[in-house]
């Protein structure tokens, strides 16, 4: 385990890219060792998994919110957490706005975007995206800041599918970093890449990766 870490910790560096360690379903005992090891960034997919979590644990952890996330349990985590990875949605997104302003903070976001063929995965299309920027809410929401996007590829074993889907992710993200958000330094952020994936992933230009099984070991739920 120490080893394939410190490995992956070193292509991440040397890529400039950030290692989300996806601790889901993994006990508190685990990612204090990580900690331990210098380790700082851990992302769960359940809010009261993390919620629990965090309470145990020391408090400079970087908490990242990577799943699907539903409204209702958003401000169980806007006290605290430090990046949200699946905003899919403009309610979700106001929501998180409104939490974010109740705890006197701006709260770090990544739109999801679909990208896989499987109608399972959340996420927005172009369109969507598109709509949302056009609305009259979405400049007004001032305690969320976009540093981002966040996309999963098709569960698939066609190396070629995922680096198609990672390449339109990465040109959308290179589009709105020149386009709509040119001179925000903040979006800086594309989110891509797992245990399965991330060395397509970063060949195609990720920002950050979120990996669970390779560091941690295969989950059993
Ligand atoms: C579980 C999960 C991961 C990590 O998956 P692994 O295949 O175990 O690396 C990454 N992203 C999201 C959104 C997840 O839910």
Redesign the pocket.
């Known amino acids: 385990m120490d080893s394939t870490y410190k490995t992956l910790l070193d292509t991440c560096n040397s890529h400039n890219v950030t290692l989300v360690a996806?601790s889901?379903t993994k006990p508190v005992s685990l990612i204090q060792e990580f900690y331990e090891m210098g380790h700082r960034d851990f992302?769960e997919?359940k809010v009261q998994e993390l919620t629990t979590k965090a309470e145990k644990l020391p408090t400079d952890i970087r908490w990242h919110q990577?799943?699907h996330l539903q409204r209702n349990k958003v401000k169980y985590i806007a006290p605290f957490v430090h990046l949200i990875?699946?905003v899919d949605s403009l309610k979700l997104l106001k929501e998180v706005n409104k939490q974010a302003k109740k705890n006197d903070r701006v709260i770090d976001c990544l739109l999801q975007m679909h990208i896989a063929e499987e109608d399972s995965k959340f996420g927005f299309s172009s369109e969507e995206l598109d709509e949302m920027f056009d609305s009259d809410v979405y400049p007004q929401l001032e305690n969320v800041r976009i540093k981002g996007l966040m996309g999963?590829a098709t569960f698939t074993d066609n190396k070629d599918q995922v680096r198609r889907e990672f390449k339109q992710l990465k040109s959308l993200f290179e589009q709105l970093k020149s386009g709509r958000y040119s001179g925000k330094d903040h979006f800086d952020t594309l989110s891509m890449g797992?245990?399965?994936d991330y060395q397509i992933a970063l060949e195609e230009g990720s920002t950050m990766i979120?990996?669970?099984?390779?560091l941690f070991g295969e989950?059993n739920y």
Do not use: P
């Not at 979120?210 to 390779?214: A, D, I, Y």
């Open positions: 996806v889901k992302g997919n990577i799943g990875h699946a999963m797992m245990s399965g979120r990996v669970g099984s390779l989950r």
